[in-house]
């Protein structure tokens, strides 16, 4: 009878800590009915007791399971008043310990209600006698005040009560315990600002038990993912987690889940479905008596409706100033709770005021929603403490007050920036951008107010030069990470094989296992920190300092500066003689030209097409080049060296191949990044080459670039391995590369280059230190970049320049091998001769008859660093 029972009480307690109380319950009915009936008369004293132990834990059970699926309160205490009964009729032995079951459920339920005082002191009366409970009752209860403890932000209490939990739970073999006190772990790290130690240990925690269902491990990681800026990763991740809240008893991981993804979703523009996950949210809570949480999901709530509106994306309606009022009292509810999660809702739902009712024109009413600002930003999240900077930017510009504006944003962007210096890869760095997203705009709508060109492009560098020039990426040193690259490599090159129709099944399986492997790497790429040593700052460069660079070079040289704001491109020109501003007209016009003229090159270029249809392509693409050029070109009157800084669809731009800029010098980045000093000679540069399969003229192109430089390393067929490209990367100031390329528009790291043992990934690189070196990547496609969410480019391009090259020729479009074949060996003779790549390319297409859409990516020369 008893192990029956007994049995049946320990599936019970599973399902209940596998968040599955709907099932749970029935069954620990099942188990006090069978005790109920019991006659005490007839039991031992050792039958007794677990008679006492049996009724304890199936109402304790019984309470949580009830607390979960009823969202109430009172019930449920009602029923561990009646399990306290039941420990007192147990025999003295057990009677302590069985007390302090009871107590232990009772803070988890007021843990969960919102009272966390009240829990706390349940679970310090618990904990005081560590020898008072069995081990996995000791560790539930250590989980359990530590997700209190970080209720209270007492994150270092927190911290130590996990680890406490993880070894306890470790030694009892207690995997579901200890996996969720290594996914809090990564939680308390996520609230103090260790972005990858979060992300690391909540990895760990899927690896301690990977058959975990419910989701629930998936809730904190999808919020340290938002956090670092990874919004669509987070966003599924979420949405993942939701999918699998749908039984009985899962509405307050959902609740929570839905608030974090409702975060996501306003910063992907998704305005309407983060509305309803807030108001979702904010209903649960407050129908259960939760006010802190409540108070949290109602700023979200108003927050989804003001973003629209703040990015220009909607009309400011007629109720701002009820919407700024209807934030006062959310401010006003949460005033009265504690902080939660690192947040206190009554600052956040300030914040939202202040933006309303500059919306409404009501400066004054903004300004003493800031002025009665309490103290407790110093706590709060990354995206909480930037939006505080941006509202005070806002201020200070509606009030005319520039200096203070622009020293909001500095102050904003200088958060940004400790925080990248925290990270240790190319993506996490980048992908931290999205916080800065509305301060940018901030700053850079108030530079076009001013009609000042100074203004608005130091505006414009400002978020830039944070985004893209800061961190310190850091080699990996994980061999499961090698191991996964090699084994998705391995997966392609077994998938190319493939060619009979019958064999598409598994060539799909094998490509679509190769991109798991990639994404399982990817992911262990956020774990890394940053390397003091391989940071780079870069500040800002000025209008000043631009044009006192040009007058030193006395070569007609200009900068051009694009930005969009409202969907209207702009650009601010800048020669030795002055700045001024050129209104483009809509960006869209732009873009669309960009993709008709890249269809154009792939069809030129593809020499299995009918000849009558490439001189139909040709003809359009002149069509479309002749566009652009008047489009972008023409009206910056640049008769001399260009430097184009942008963004999309600037990058995707073949400048080099426009009417007016063939056989000139133009550079392509995304931000005015400062490059060398000077010039150096071309003698005694270490240059290799290589290439890959497939391209019909890579092996004469390699040799033939090779016979321009003396001691050139030259990789042929089996020679040109991704390992030794890799080396090369490293240790060669020059590096040419004839091969075929892809740029993965979904995920830019996973860009490629095709070798002898297979692609050599974007990501592959992140952490290796590039020389100041040269690399030219003959390669169709792979000049590609995709915008992130944010505004930065990635693509092996950006991978690179960001690694330490100083220059990066590539195809922002398919390339004929033959025009690679024709042009790189001059390209490279020039090289030689000035160790001036841009003006190299310029040189090598002066006589080309095919419009080739090579591109120099590179750094101003001479602006000092």
Not at 121 to 136: E, I, S
Not at 140 to 161: F, K, M, S
Not at 637 to 655: H, S
Request: with cysteine; hydrophobic share 45%; net charge negative.
């Amino acid at each position: 009878m008893w192990p029956e029972l007994e049995a049946e009480l320990l599936a019970a307690r599973e399902l209940n800590s596998r968040s599955r109380p709907g099932d749970a319950l029935p069954r620990f009915r099942e188990v006090l009915d069978r005790l109920r009936v019991m006659d005490l008369a007839d039991l031992g004293p050792a039958d007794h007791e677990r008679w006492a132990e049996g009724m304890v834990r199936s109402l304790t059970g019984e309470a949580v399971a009830v607390h979960s699926v009823e969202d109430t309160l009172d019930k449920p205490l009602a029923i561990l008043d009646d399990a306290d009964a039941r420990a007192d009729t147990a025999p003295p032995q057990a009677r302590v310990r069985l007390a302090a079951v009871v107590e232990g459920t009772r803070g988890l339920l007021l843990q969960r209600s919102g009272r966390h005082l009240d829990a706390m002191a349940a679970f310090d009366r618990v904990l005081a006698d560590p020898a008072l409970l069995p081990a996995r009752d000791y560790a539930t209860a250590l989980l359990n005040r530590g997700a209190t403890a970080i209720e209270l932000g007492r994150l270092d209490a927190a911290l130590r009560d996990f680890e406490a939990c993880h070894e306890q739970a470790t030694r009892a073999d207690l995997t579901n315990v200890a996996s969720l006190a290594l996914h809090n772990t990564g939680f308390v790290r996520y609230a103090i600002g260790d972005l990858p130690g979060a992300l690391q240990a909540m990895a760990a925690a899927r690896d301690v038990d990977p058959e975990r269902a419910d989701g629930l491990l998936e809730i904190g990681r999808g919020a340290v993912l938002y956090e670092a800026g990874l919004l669509e990763d987070a966003e599924r991740v979420l949405t993942q987690a939701i999918s699998r809240m749908t039984g009985p008893g899962r509405a307050p991981h959902r609740a929570e889940a839905e608030y974090f993804r409702a975060r996501c979703l306003m910063a992907l523009h998704r305005w309407d479905e983060a509305r309803a996950g807030a108001a979702f949210t904010r209903q649960y809570y407050a129908g259960i008596g939760h006010p802190q949480r409540a108070a949290i999901a109602r700023v979200a709530e108003l927050e989804a409706i003001l973003l629209p509106i703040r990015r220009g994306e909607a009309p400011v309606p007629r109720d701002a100033r009820r919407r700024a009022e209807q934030a006062l009292e959310a401010a006003e509810a949460g005033d009265e709770v504690d902080p939660l999660l690192g947040q206190h809702p009554g600052l956040s739902a300030r914040l939202v005021a202040a933006h309303w009712y500059l919306l409404a024109d009501d400066v004054v009413a903004a300004r003493a929603v800031l002025a009665n600002f309490p103290d407790g930003m110093a706590d709060a999240p990354l995206s909480t403490r930037i939006q505080q900077q941006t509202v005070l930017a806002q201020l200070a510009f509606a009030s005319g007050d520039r200096e203070a504006g622009v020293a909001a944003v500095r102050t904003g962007f200088g958060l940004l920036s400790d925080h990248s210096m925290g990270l240790g890869s190319v993506e996490s760095v980048t992908a931290a951008a999205v916080h800065g997203v509305d301060l940018q705009r901030t700053d850079v709508a108030a530079a076009v107010l001013t009609g000042r060109p100074d203004a608005l492009f130091e505006a414009v560098e400002r978020g830039r030069a944070t985004f893209a020039g800061v961190g310190g990426a850091t080699a990996p040193d994980d061999p499961a990470v090698r191991g996964l690259v090699t084994e998705a490599r391995g997966l392609v090159v077994r998938g190319r094989t493939l060619t009979q129709s019958e064999s598409a099944p598994e060539r799909a399986y094998l490509f679509e296992r190769s991109r798991r492997l990639l994404a399982t790497a990817r992911e262990r790429a956020w774990h890394r920190t940053g390397d003091d040593d391989a940071t780079v700052e870069q500040r800002p460069a000025t209008v000043a300092e631009v044009r006192e660079l040009l007058d030193a070079r006395d070569d007609g040289a200009v900068v051009a500066n694009f930005l969009v704001l409202d969907g209207v491109l702009r650009c601010v020109r800048v020669d030795a003689h002055g700045a001024r501003t050129v209104e483009l007209g809509p960006r869209a016009d732009v873009a669309e030209r960009v993709l008709r003229a890249r269809a154009d090159l792939g069809v030129c270029a593809n020499d299995l097409v009918p000849i009558a249809l490439r001189e139909v392509a040709r003809r359009s693409l002149t069509r479309n080049l002749d566009a652009l050029d008047a489009l972008l070109a023409l009206p910056l009157e640049a008769d001399g060296p260009l430097y184009v800084v942008g963004r999309d669809p600037l990058v995707g731009v073949p400048w080099t191949a426009l009417p007016s800029r063939q056989g000139r010098r133009t550079t392509m980045r995304s931000y005015v990044a400062r490059g060398r000093a000077h010039p150096r000679s071309g003698v005694g540069h270490r240059l290799l080459a290589a290439h890959g399969p497939g391209v019909t003229l890579g092996a004469s192109e390699v040799r033939a670039v090779g016979e321009v430089w003396s001691g050139a390393t030259v990789l042929t067929g089996p020679a040109a391995t991704t390992a030794a490209v890799r080396e090369a990367l490293a240790t060669h100031d020059i590096v040419h590369l004839a091969t075929h390329g892809t740029h993965d528009a979904d995920n830019p790291l996973f860009a490629s280059i095709d070798l002898a043992d297979g692609p050599l990934y974007a990501h592959e690189l992140d952490g290796t230190r590039l020389p100041g070196s040269v690399v030219i990547l003959s390669a169709c496609e792979v000049g590609g970049s995709s915008q992130v969410v944010g505004g930065e480019v990635l693509g092996l391009t950006a991978v690179l320049l960001r690694l330490g090259a100083r220059a990066v020729v590539a195809a922002v479009a398919p390339l004929s091998d033959a025009v690679a074949a024709r042009v790189m060996p001059r390209f490279h003779a020039h090289l030689r001769a000035t160790d001036d790549p841009e003006a190299s390319l310029a040189a090598a297409l002066a006589g080309e008859p095919e419009p080739a859409p090579l591109v120099c990516f590179g750094s101003l020369e001479g602006l000092p660093r």
